[in-house]
């Protein structure tokens, strides 16, 4: 680091050294050059001054540089002689006593503020006191020079501006080649500073008081630095503004440094875009301004379709890659004006200000189109991406968060229509209220799973043949209490969980809670003939459910002949070969399978033969009507014929009448379930089942 560049906490140590209450036989005190207040005294003063050191701190001291006019003087003579040698002064203490001392003064940067060190003593004819006094203000004085801080000062009256040599070293020419002129010193000062620089001189010309301010120059060796300039304008006893005091230091390095960190602060690392909390900050920004200036703007926001493929196949190092290739692509279709960030993972956002929503929906193709005609390659295999992108208009009556939630559920919106599609948000927008619903219902699921508000109920399933006794027989559901204590139906909840990747947690909770109740049941369980529990098509998919079940079911003491699952034909048919290995895992160890909402599907028969489950559940879209519409009770027939020649039970849903009932058991069909049976009960009322009637009652543990 060059002289010119020394960090002025350099100087600041040197100071807290040579003020340390030990090291000096004097008593000193650091005065604030502005207004002559006391910032620093040591114990010696206090003792002196009758008043302790923590005290004196923000006060004057009378006699001592207390007068603006005596300061500006001090200026001017510490400036040519380095320090004011020691002479006899009269000034009072804090008990206003009179006291005649022996002082030497000095200039001192302390703390970051321009100080007139004082060291004195009481009157004494000691000399070797007064050399030591002056040698302490030599030391103080080069610790000034060693932190390259420039003193300059102006007289108006003269119009002149003189610099000593360090002001000289940072502008970069020889000591003395400074003119004293305005408008030299402008020079060096960066075109695009000079005019503030000129406003900031005028106004302490006219007004005086203290000025603060940061410019850049350019050396006459071509380079650039940076320079922080503090002072203080004084007047005399007309009011008028007779000199002017000011110091300079070099903070090029630590400019340079604190640029670097405001940019890490606004911007994502990986891609050099803005970062989330630069995007908010600018959308809040551009909210405010609308209420003045109104005017059409459009938020974008949109991700990779296929980034998860790449991620998840070749690792991170490609995922990353990809975002920055994608970055880069993107930044030429996008203009200076917009705003372009990286929210995070694979998300980007964009505000297309002031254009029309037909404007913003051409930006939104082009950008579309031109990830769609970009490539990427990695390790020798090439993929094609494509975007999903959601445009919300920019409302002013909207808070940045509800604009991020609107855009959040418009691009799921997007990705519910396929690849590489664009959703457009309009006020009362019923894909995205709906998705707003599934939103709530996954927020109301995340806390029902949180405070384990989940409930179990069971709804029975009644025998429609002559059959001996089987014991009970039911299906285990899933209610959830909200906040109020009230029973909320699932329907919604459980598709929201399907949607967000939360039907696997639910599954576990159930498997576990029935497993533990019937565990602590033994009286129930010897009646128990056969207990289904619902499982969602995402856990029959995933590995690391059939791992829990499978350790489940070897770790129960449980009959497992007693427990069955069921999952429904649609979720069953999304991977075939999934749920067949998942059924045939199962049953091997003794539990029971059934397809529930069997022919709702386009091609039920076809693949029926494929998946080895014990019990059909007939879908109660044919059984509703089965006493009043031909091709229902067809519909059954064929289904029960079917299951009957496959060798498995058969089951009708939404038998809700004694119409029903007859029809069913004229038709072969083994057992019923529905409101005519009974509708669902809590946990604690389980079914009883007798040859004769069907009741439901309260079991005692």
């Known amino acids: 680091m060059t002289a010119n560049t020394a960090p002025v906490e350099l100087q600041n140590k040197a100071a807290a050294s040579l003020l340390d209450a030990g090291s000096l036989p004097f008593a000193i005190a650091l005065l604030r050059a502005n207004d002559g207040k006391v910032v620093f005294a040591n114990h010696l003063m206090s003792v002196i001054m009758r008043c302790r050191a ?80 002056q040698i302490a203000i030599k030391r103080h004085n080069m610790a000034l020079q060693a932190a390259q801080i420039g ?112 940019h890490q602060a606004l911007h994502d690392p990986l891609t050099g875009l803005l970062n989330r909390f630069e995007m908010q900050q600018r959308l809040a920004d551009l909210l405010h301004s609308l209420s003045a200036e109104p005017s059409e703007n459009t938020f974008c926001y949109f991700d990779l379709d296929r980034f998860k493929v790449v991620n998840d196949t070749y690792g991170h190092e490609a995922g990353d890659e990809l975002l920055r290739q994608i970055a880069e692509h993107l930044k030429p279709y996008i203009t200076d004006k917009d705003t372009f960030a990286r929210m995070g993972g694979d998300e980007f956002a964009l505000i297309i200000t002031n254009c029309s929503g037909d404007e913003a929906r051409m930006v939104a193709e082009t950008l579309l189109k031109a990830v769609q005609n970009f490539h990427f390659e990695w390790t020798g295999k090439v993929f094609d991406i494509d975007l999903s992108m959601a445009l919300v208009p920019i409302s002013p009556e909207k808070s940045v968060s509800e604009i991020l939630g609107t855009a959040d559920v418009s691009l799921s919106a997007a990705k519910d229509g396929g690849r590489g599609r664009i959703h457009e948000y309009r006020p009362h927008d019923s894909t995205v209220i709906r998705r707003h619903d599934e939103m709530h219902w996954v927020l109301q699921l995340e806390d029902a799973l949180r405070s384990d508000r989940f409930q179990l109920h ?126 045939d895992t199962i049953k091997n160890y003794g539990c029971k399978f059934a397809l529930d909402d069997f022919g709702s599907g386009h091609s039920s028969f076809a693949y029926l033969k494929d998946l080895p489950v014990d019990i059909l559940k007939i879908d109660g879209m044919f059984v509703k009507g089965i006493h009043l519409e031909p091709v229902n009770y067809a519909m059954v027939k064929a289904i029960n014929d079917v299951g009957q020649v496959m060798k498995m039970k058969t089951i009708a849903e939404y038998v809700e009448n004694e119409e029903i009932c007859n029809s069913l058991k004229e038709i072969g069909v083994d057992y019923g379930q529905g409101y005519h049976f009974g509708k669902s009960e809590n946990i604690d009322e389980v079914i009883v089942v007798d040859p004769t009637i069907a009741t439901i009652a309260e079991i005692p543990e």
């Open 151 to 262: 003193i300059w000062s102006w007289d108006l009256m003269s119009n002149k501006i003189a610099w000593d040599d360090t002001m000289h070293n940072l502008f970069g020419i020889k000591s003395g080649c400074f003119t004293g002129r305005q408008r030299e010193f402008l020079d060096y000062v960066l075109p695009e500073d000079r005019e503030e620089q000129r406003e900031i001189s005028k106004k302490y010309y006219q007004e005086g008081g203290k000025f603060d301010t940061k410019f850049r120059i350019m050396r006459p060796d071509g380079e650039t630095r940076v320079i922080i300039n503090r002072g203080e304008a004084t007047k005399n006893n007309q009011d008028v503004v007779v000199s002017v005091v000011g110091v300079c230091w070099d903070v090029t390095e630590n400019f340079a440094l604190s640029a670097k960190i405001e």
């Open 458 to 583: 069971f709804q029975p399933i009644m025998p429609l043949q002559e059959v001996h006794d089987e014991g009970l027989h039911y299906e285990v559901l899933l209610r959830v209490i909200d906040e109020s204590g009230e029973v909320i139906s699932p329907h919604e909840l459980l598709n929201a969980a399907e949607q967000f990747d939360m039907a696997t947690r639910v599954d576990t909770w159930v498997v576990n809670a029935v497993f533990d109740w019937l565990q602590k049941h033994p009286d129930h369980l010897e009646k128990l003939g056969l207990c289904s529990i619902n499982l969602s098509g995402a856990s029959i998919g995933d590995l690391g459910f059939l791992i829990f079940l499978k350790e489940k079911l070897q770790d129960s003491e449980l009959p497992l002949g007693k427990i069955g699952f069921e999952v429904t034909e649609n979720a069953a048919i999304k991977n075939i070969l999934k749920a067949r290995d998942f059924i």
């Open 54 to 133: 923590d005290a004196m701190r923000g006060k004057t001291i009378t006699g001592l540089y207390d007068d603006g006019q005596q300061r500006s003087e001090a200026f001017k003579l510490l400036k040519k002689n380095s320090f004011v040698p020691p002479k006899q002064i009269k000034i009072s203490n804090f008990k206003n006593d009179s006291l005649t001392v022996t002082a030497a003064s000095s200039l001192l940067k302390y703390q970051n503020q321009l100080c007139i060190l004082v060291a004195f003593q009481t009157p004494s004819t000691d000399a070797s006191n007064v050399k030591r006094l």
